[in-house]
């Protein structure tokens, strides 16, 4: 069974402070990794993409890849209210899934002034 | 550019009736996806076409579901004899080949009410 697992939440923060968004996936092969966000009542937006071990940051979010423990995070630095929103986290599981991604259920994030 | 364009954004029906939901993908995107979202609950996904052909039809939930994409770009998704379970927002996505090939695209949904 593959599967996404995310901190189910819901996450609460001050604003200016960090948000942490944690993910873990079942299936060993799997090859990209990729977080959304999504605003109540709109459809997924997709905010980071990450392929390999390690740190990409882009702006205030750092994803962070561990393949040998199956875990990915997101980091938000520096939080504002315009983050408050759904954080989906997606895994393709490698390319005998072709190119489906499997999805968490997602970590609600309020961030409060 | 433009991105993945949906119609209808809403559809109400009643149950029995057949619904068509169309999906325009970003121009030159070979990938189309379909997935829903029941409230509260998370993406389910529903089919995969590369270019014409559905490699991966495994997440439609009953025969009642269909959906073909013609010229390699718009895909139409067909439910047949509505029930209201199938009340849901329907996604559609795109994702272009090459390294970035993963990397969907998704439009604004259709959200459809089984009345």
């Known amino acids: 069974q593959k599967e996404v697992e995310q901190n189910s939440g819901p996450l609460s923060v001050p604003e200016g402070a960090i948000a942490s968004l944690n993910c873990t996936y079942s299936d060993r092969g799997s090859q990209s990794f990729f977080w959304y966000r999504q605003y109540s009542g709109k459809s997924p937006e997709l905010i980071m993409s990450i392929y390999s071990n390690g740190d990409k940051e882009d702006g205030r979010f750092t994803a962070q890849l561990n393949k040998a423990s199956q875990y990915v995070s997101l980091l938000i630095r520096d939080s504002q209210p315009s983050d408050s929103a759904t954080y989906l986290c997606?895994?393709?599981?490698?390319?005998?899934?072709?190119?489906?991604?499997?999805f968490g259920r997602g970590t609600q994030l309020t961030v409060w002034p | 550019g433009a991105g993945v364009s949906q119609s209808p954004s809403n559809k109400v029906t009643e149950k029995g009736k057949d619904v068509e939901l169309r999906c325009d993908p970003i121009s030159g995107h070979t990938a189309l996806y379909w997935y829903r979202q029941s409230l509260g609950q998370g993406l389910e996904f529903l089919i995969y076409?590369?270019?014409?052909?559905?490699?991966?039809k495994s997440g439609l939930p009953s025969d009642r579901f269909s959906a073909e994409r013609t010229g390699g770009s718009v895909s139409t998704l067909t439910i047949q004899r509505t029930q209201q379970e199938d009340s849901a927002v329907y996604l559609c996505?795109?994702?272009?080949?090459?390294?970035?090939?993963?990397?969907?695209?998704f439009g604004p949904g259709t959200r459809l009410t089984v009345t």
């Open positions: 076409f590369q270019g014409n052909s559905a490699p991966d």
């Open positions: 997606a895994v393709n599981m490698g390319s005998s899934t072709l190119g489906r991604l499997y």
């Open positions: 996505a795109s994702s272009s080949s090459g390294r970035t090939s993963y990397e969907q695209y």
